[in-house]
Each structure stands twice: as C-alpha cells, then as structure tokens.
C-alpha cells in the first residue's frame, strides 16, 4: 500500500500527464491553432502556460526531487516491460 505522500505525488503526476494529453489531443493549443490561420502566434511565460493547464499550484521542484529520490520513472518502465 502506498504512503499518503507517496498516493499525493502520484496523483500529482497524472494530472500533470492527463492536462498536457488533453492540450495535445484536442488542440486546444493556441499557438498551433493561429499558426495554421496564418496570424500572429502569442508566446506565453511559463506561467502563463500552466495556469491556463489549471496545473499553476503544482510545486514542480518537489515533484521533481520526488521523481529522482523514488525512482519512479525507473519502476514504472519496469512494470510497463513486466506488462508487455
């Protein structure tokens, strides 16, 4: 069973994976929406850019030191590989 910290990162991480999918798949990016129209492209501060993912609140620091300290990366390729 997981540690509440442990279930609160990995929850972290889907919504991050689950908010960049969904700007990816429905097209929702901006940028390659005016691009495609021929008008001017807007660059947006990172900022920007996750607060319109609704993903700003996320502390992406510690995220990432919880990525490299539990090695998830590593676990979930492993088991993606135990899977196929």
């Known amino acids: ?4 910290g442990n279930r609160r990162y990995i929850q972290t991480l889907l919504t991050l994976i689950e908010a960049f999918l ?3 798949v429905t ?24 607060f319109s993912l609704d993903i700003d609140n996320v ?8 990525m490299k300290s539990s090695k998830i990366i590593h ?3 492993v088991f993606n590989e135990f899977l196929c």
């Open 59 to 66: 502390n992406m620091f510690k995220l990432c030191e919880y």
């Open 27 to 50: 097209g929702n990016d901006k940028c390659a929406l005016l691009t495609e129209r021929n008008e001017t492209v807007e660059m947006l501060t990172i900022n920007d850019f996750l």
């Open 1 to 4: 069973m997981l540690s509440a």
């Open 22 to 24: 969904n700007r990816l």
């Open 75 to 77: 676990k979930v390729r």
